[in-house]
């Protein structure tokens, strides 16, 4: 049994690992941390949970979480990467959900994160947490940067095209929706209902924290530089995201249903499609699924990939879970093989 800590659990991340976590028989949560509702149940925050969790929230305690043999941080970006150094000293493996580790270069997480970087010396060791493509090295991983819901959908998305050659990778397009549940948990007037309902729109547009970690995926795939237009849209949904990729062709005889159907044969959570399908977020809610479906339209040069998850399960919590199980030797799948929810 394997007793693990979540720092920061009264967010929707933090929630998601408690519902995974809870049905893992290889895990104990043993620390479940938040400073503003110390004292309190996690059952009567989460009333979901209820008959699953016992658990009361604890102010973040250094003896308490280095007890445990693994850490998940659900914080706020710049909080992991001020307190998980001294964990992983003590021997603790940690999985961040944020995106304290997720960029290489502590010069570009200052410009996208408006942050000096604390512990920059772990960011060469920090594993990126994309199972599809660093198996192995999250294997064997002390510190693992799970990705984020953007970046796993638009990568998942490219990956196949980018790893063949197949593609201007100058000429990247993604062109992705959210639901609001992608904004977390903390009080904001464009999360209301009132605001966020019977509507649709665009932000980040002139640049987005999520540009630089998709860039740096697509750019070690294709060994050489990448140049992404990306572009999120706020969309009257709770959870999912979709990603509609573009690009163009740069030979078009290759069969792109066979190219992905290879890619992804061994992977669990992805799911290609069969050719003219349209993969919907409400498949993927409550999984950890990714949904691909690829598509040339009039058989010209322009490919158009469609990339569905939920942002909570594979965008996030569901995506921290396939690591650990992978740092931890347990089936890939443990706690992650239901079902998608419908409707």
């Known amino acids: 049994m394997i007793e693990v800590g979540i720092v920061g659990g009264t967010g929707y991340t933090g929630a998601e690992l408690l ?102 010396e772990l960011l060469a060791e920090a594993v990126y947490g994309l199972p599809e493509v660093n198996r192995e090295a999250i294997r064997g991983a002390r510190l693992v940067a799970a990705a984020g819901c953007y970046p796993t959908a638009t990568q998942l998305g490219f990956l196949p095209l980018i790893e063949a050659g197949l593609v201007d990778a100058s000429r990247l397009i993604a062109d992705c929706k959210s639901g609001v549940s992608g904004a977390g948990r903390e009080a904001k007037v464009g999360s209301l209902f ?3 309902a019977d509507s649709m729109m665009a932000y980040g547009v002139a640049g ?26 706020l969309t009257p949904m709770i959870r999912g995201i979709h990603a ?23 992977e669990p959570f992805v799911d290609v499609m069969p050719k003219g399908s349209h993969p919907e ?7 950890n699924l990714c949904r691909i479906a690829v598509h040339r339209p009039g058989d010209g040069d322009t490919v158009v990939v469609l990339s569905a998850i939920d942002n909570l399960v594979k965008g996030a919590a569901g995506q921290a879970v396939q690591c650990f199980n992978l740092m931890f030797g347990f089936d890939e799948r443990m706690a992650l093989d239901a079902a998608p929810l419908a409707p």
């Open 19 to 120: 519902r995974l976590l809870s049905a893992h028989p290889g895990v104990r949560v043993r620390v479940l941390t938040s400073r503003a509702e110390a004292g309190k149940r996690a059952d009567v925050w989460f009333p979901h949970l209820r008959g699953r969790c016992d658990l009361s929230f604890t102010a973040p305690d250094d003896d308490a979480l280095a007890a445990c043999q693994a850490v998940f941080f659900a914080t706020p970006h710049a909080t992991s990467m001020k307190l998980a150094p001294a964990l992983i000293k003590r021997g603790v493996r940690v999985v961040d959900l944020s995106a304290d580790y997720r960029i290489r270069d502590a010069h570009v997480f200052k410009r996208w994160y408006a942050h000096d970087h604390a512990s920059p």
């Open 194 to 196: 009132a605001e966020a």
């Open 208 to 233: 987005h924290r999520h540009l630089p970690e998709i860039e740096q995926g697509l750019t070690r795939a294709a060994n050489g530089p990448v140049k992404l237009t990306f572009v999120p849209h």
């Open 244 to 266: 509609t990729l573009y690009a163009t062709l740069l030979k078009t005889d290759t069969d792109l249903q066979a190219l992905y159907e290879a890619r992804y044969r061994d």
């Open 281 to 287: 977020t409400r498949s993927v809610r409550g999984s």
